[in-house]
């Protein structure tokens, strides 16, 4: 009898291997899948985060290589200040915006100092309102020794009335006071202190890691071309005083002229069509400039990364009438003089409609009375310091305004002026700007001497490039990722 040796199927042995082959070869491509997954997750938060970047980084580096002086003087030019101050136009680079005072003489040595703000309110106390209508970003922090002995200082920088700078590290901090050793003498009260940057701990080559959110990038910006579509725009009421000839909403004529129009070029020029619009029409017009006022700040979110409290970057434009001469003093605020009220541009339900230009409050009297009245500066206003209320000295400048004392105090959110703002970047985590100057004697940039470079102040150096670093927080990958920009001035 023949056996037979073919069989109709597996044994339970060779189901069991066959079934834990397949289990595995799931496992490793589930495995890939989830690990491709999240790569694509990474990947797309990276893509998105530079999208996020490049939203900021294009206006920055646009708005840093344009001309920002009369004629085309660039602050790179070893001979700049030979010709005394720019006569229009203007670069300002704040850091630490907002600083706080001593109102005593600092002597060398280990001392405890009291910080104070221009109302002479205590500075740290006055720093936790940092989220409400009056924010200021007032953070001291100590020297920090971290687990692996790498020691952190906390530096700020003091400004003497003489003008005499120091950087000094932070010791110890109390909720009213703070600890440093001072080199240098300070007998001349108040004096200055401004946070430049906070420390934050070191990077994988053991490098110092720092961030700023108070510092500043403020300019004059002019365009170059003779077309209106290469200039700024803001858009007014169509009956303001800006515009020569207004549409008739009645019967013919279809235009008339405005009676209340005040000229904005110079030399009295005929409007051209090829820089400003010939006939206004409601509700809204177009003011064609050149010249624009344009800063960049930081404002709080309200949120944090880790305990690291997250800001957005907003860039505001404010728009420049070329020549003041006329126009100012003519435009009200309400309450405004009757027949006035109804051909000044004033927007009872919208508002006045002047916030998107550079403008500032002042009055102008009729007839005994006393009425508000809109001050625009020209290019050359820009350029030079005036006298404010408080008797103190400041850049005649629309955002100026709104950081220094005499102002409604920095980035009042009541304010509509600056909210014209345009934001451009979110959860960010520091927004650095440092400059490079061949006078420094440092190679590789370096902080603002004293904290504060304006052109509208003879400097004894001059700037042949700016650094902008910008670091944003990622929700998605839980990460930072940092860019720098370097412009050539």
């Known amino acids: 009898m023949k056996l037979r040796t073919n069989r109709a199927g597996f044994t339970l042995v060779e189901m069991l291997v066959a079934t834990a082959l397949i289990m595995f070869i799931m496992l490793i491509l589930s495995e890939a899948f989830v690990a491709g997954l999240n790569a694509f997750r990474t990947l797309k938060g990276i893509g998105d985060m530079e999208s996020r970047i490049k939203s900021a980084v ?9 001309d920002h002086f009369d004629g085309r003087r660039r602050l790179s030019d070893p001979l700049f200040w030979n010709q005394g101050t720019p006569r229009e136009g203007f670069v300002n680079v704040t850091q630490g915006f907002y600083p706080v005072y001593s109102i005593n003489a600092i002597t060398p040595g280990l001392q405890t100092v009291t910080p104070l703000n221009s109302s002479g309110q205590n500075a740290t106390q006055w720093s936790l309102s940092q989220n409400t209508i009056q924010w200021y970003t007032w953070t001291l ?32 901090v109390t909720p009213t006071t703070f600890t440093a050793n001072f080199t240098a003498n300070h007998p001349n009260a108040p004096i200055t202190i401004r946070v430049i940057r906070q420390p934050e701990g070191v990077d994988a080559d053991s490098l110092l890691v720092t961030r700023a959110t108070d510092h500043i990038l403020h300019l004059a910006v002019k365009l170059r071309g ?5 200039f700024f725009t803001a858009h007014l009421p169509w009956n303001s005083p800006f515009f020569p000839v207004l549409l008739n909403p009645g019967p013919p004529p279809p235009t008339v002229p405005n009676p209340n129009y005040t000229p904005t070029t110079f030399f009295d020029q ?34 944090s990364a880790n305990g690291t409290p997250l800001f957005a970057l907003y ?16 435009v009200y605020n309400p309450p405004v003089p009757p027949p006035i009220a109804s051909v000044n541009g004033w927007n009872p339900v919208t508002g006045d409609g002047y916030q998107e230009m550079s403008a500032r409050s002042g009055s102008t009297t ?22 404010t209320a408080l008797g103190d000295s400041q850049p005649d400048r629309t955002f100026t305004y709104f950081y220094r004392a005499e102002g409604r105090g920095p980035f009042d959110p009541s304010a509509a002026e600056i909210w014209s703002a345009t934001l451009i970047a979110t959860d960010v985590v520091s927004f650095d700007v440092q400059i490079l100057s061949p006078q420094s004697g440092v190679a590789d940039f370096t902080d603002i001497p004293g904290g504060v470079f304006d052109t509208a102040m003879q400097q004894p150096y001059t700037i042949n490039a700016i650094k902008i670093t910008l670091r944003v927080w990622d929700l998605k990958t839980r990460q930072t990722r940092q860019v720098s920009i370097i412009q050539d001035m």
């Open 58 to 66: 294009t206006p920055l580096r646009d708005d840093l290589r344009q």
């Open 141 to 172: 922090l100590p020297r920090t020794t971290l687990a692996n002995g790498v020691t952190i200082p906390g530096t700020i920088l003091l400004v003497d009335a003489t003008g005499t700078p120091e950087y000094v590290e932070v010791l110890a």
């Open 226 to 230: 003779n077309r209106q579509e290469n």
């Open 270 to 303: 005929a409007t051209d069509g090829r820089f400003q619009d010939q006939v206004s029409s409601p509700p809204i017009t177009g003011y064609k400039t050149q010249w624009a006022e344009i800063a960049y700040f930081l404002w709080p979110n309200g949120t």
């Open 315 to 330: 860039r505001a434009e404010f728009k420049v009438v070329p020549d003041n001469r006329y126009v100012n003093g003519w």
């Open 366 to 387: 009729i007839g005994g009375v006393t009425y508000n009245t809109y001050y625009f500066p020209s290019p050359s206003s820009l350029a030079n310091m005036r006298t």
